[in-house]
Nanobody
Framework: QVQLVESGGGLVQPGGSLRLSCAAS????SKWTMRWYRQAPGKERE????????????SYADSVKGRFTISRDNAKNTMYLQMNSLNSEDTAVYYC?????????WGQGTQVTVSS
C-alpha cells in the first residue's frame, strides 16, 4: 500500500527557511518521479517541483525557482523540499505526490505559514 507522509511544516517569518520531508513506503521509491504540490486558501493546487527517480532531473515552478530546492535520498525513501527566502505567498498546505502505475497518491499535507 502506497503511503506518503509529509513533515516539517510550521510557522516561519518572511525571509526564513523550512525543510519539508516526505517519507514514502509501499512502493519502490527509487524508480519513480516524485513531486511537491501546494494549495493556498481559495486557490487550486499547483505543482511546485519535480524530481526524477535518480534525482538527476529537477524542475520548478517559476514562483519558487532560485529559492526552493527539491532533493531525494533513495536509501531513506525520502524526498525533501528546502525552502528559503519564504514570503507570504508561499503560505499553503504542501503535498508530496507520486503518479505510480497503480494510481496517483498524495500525502496528507503539511501546513506552511509565512507570517510576521
Amino acid at each position: 500500500q502506497v503511503q506518503l507522509v509529509e513533515s516539517g511544516g510550521g510557522l516561519v517569518q518572511p525571509g526564513g527557511s523550512l525543510r519539508l520531508s516526505c517519507a514514502a513506503s509501499g512502493f519502490t521509491f527509487s524508480k519513480w518521479t516524485m513531486r511537491w504540490y501546494r494549495q493556498a486558501p481559495g486557490k487550486e493546487r499547483e505543482l511546485v517541483a519535480t524530481i526524477s527517480s535518480a534525482g538527476g532531473v529537477r524542475s520548478y515552478a517559476d514562483s519558487v525557482k532560485g529559492r526552493f530546492t527539491i532533493s531525494r535520498d533513495n536509501a531513506k525513501n525520502t524526498m525533501y523540499l528546502q525552502m528559503n527566502s519564504l514570503n507570504s505567498e508561499d503560505t499553503a498546505v504542501y503535498y508530496c505526490n507520486v503518479a505510480h502505475r497503480s494510481g496517483v497518491f498524495w500525502g496528507q499535507g503539511t501546513q506552511v505559514t509565512v507570517s510576521s
